[in-house]
């Protein structure tokens, strides 16, 4: 397989992007050079996401050689969480798609990508100026105001706290309060997967697996938490993985993170630990992140019912 590489830009200017090329003979000898080109897609959402991540993913599905490198920064709704964000894009620049009512905080972004040479589209904004000159009267722009304000957003809302202070690993001593505990190994779309079940108010906790270091000690005793195990090809890992590390320091040495001896040895050993545990396991391989979702979502029942 060849090495993936990075496009240089020749300068900051919209109509040059910035992809990450890949190309992989598939199937035998005589099987034609298929090349894909990957691209950050930044989510920006001063609410829960999901309507930004729906048109964000039926945007991308039109071009079948890029990919979409999603990033989701929901409730967003100061200029200090913008400014973290905007140093995220600024690293790893790409499309900047938002959904914020608050004008001073959009136009923030708007400048920020104009400076960095990128675009940004708000979503909503042609929509609301349509409202607006159907209805004769301006919106009232409050965020998240599609929400009812009931018991079930408000769950919703709790579960995405707790899932996003349970990201890779963090606070291994509340895990008892999750609904959900996912682990895995380095890419196999934990992060993810925990934001999409959060948004449907699931709290979901995922802890890293890495050859050689323990289980947290308090993930061996959860009693109410379903765990699930996420896994993947090896290639496919390891095409995630170096396309991943594509703009890191050329000092850095990434060859056996992408590695498939080592990330099969990875996977090994999370199969092993599942099995030994009694986790039920995924393949994500060719799972998209809502069929994952879904399949998660499947499990609970019939592990309820084993209990």
């Not at 979901?204 to 050689?212: C, E, R, S, Y």
């Amino acid at each position: 397989m060849d090495e993936s590489c990075l496009n240089q830009q020749a300068e900051k200017d919209v109509s040059e992007p910035v992809l990450f090329t890949h190309s992989h003979q598939q199937g035998c000898e005589k099987s034609v050079t298929k090349t894909l080109s990957y691209f950050h897609l930044h989510l920006i959402s001063d609410a829960t996401g999901e309507t930004l991540l729906a048109a964000g993913r039926a945007a991308a599905a039109q071009y079948s050689h890029a990919r979409a490198i999603e990033h989701m920064y929901p409730l967003i709704r100061t200029e200090k969480q913008l400014a973290k964000i905007l140093e995220n894009i600024d690293a790893e620049p790409g499309i900047v798609l938002y959904t914020v009512v608050d004008q001073k905080l959009a136009l923030k972004i708007d400048e920020a990508c104009s400076q960095m040479g990128i675009p940004s589209v708000s979503v909503l904004e042609p929509v609301l100026a349509t409202f607006q000159s159907y209805l004769g009267a301006p919106a009232h722009r409050r965020a998240s105001a599609q929400h009812v304000l009931d018991a079930d957003y408000f769950r919703r809302i709790d579960a995405l706290n707790f899932t996003m202070e349970h990201d890779d690993g963090q606070l291994p001593p509340d895990l008892e309060e999750a609904d959900i505990i996912l682990i895995g190994i380095s890419r196999t779309s934990k992060t993810p997967t925990s934001i999409y079940l959060a948004n449907r108010g699931i709290k979901t906790a995922n802890i890293p697996l890495v050859l050689g270091i323990p289980l947290p000690e308090a993930l061996l005793h959860v009693k109410k938490p379903l765990v699930v195990g996420l896994i993947a090809s090896a290639e496919r890992i390891s095409h995630i993985r170096q396309n991943r590390m594509l703009g890191t320091s050329p000092g850095l040495d990434t060859e056996s993170y992408t590695d498939r001896i080592n990330i099969a040895q990875e996977l090994a050993y999370a199969r092993n630990i599942c099995e030994r545990n009694n986790w039920p396991v995924i393949d994500v391989t060719r799972r998209s992140i809502e069929e994952t979702a879904a399949a998660i979502l499947a499990l609970r029942p019939r592990v309820r019912s084993d209990d």
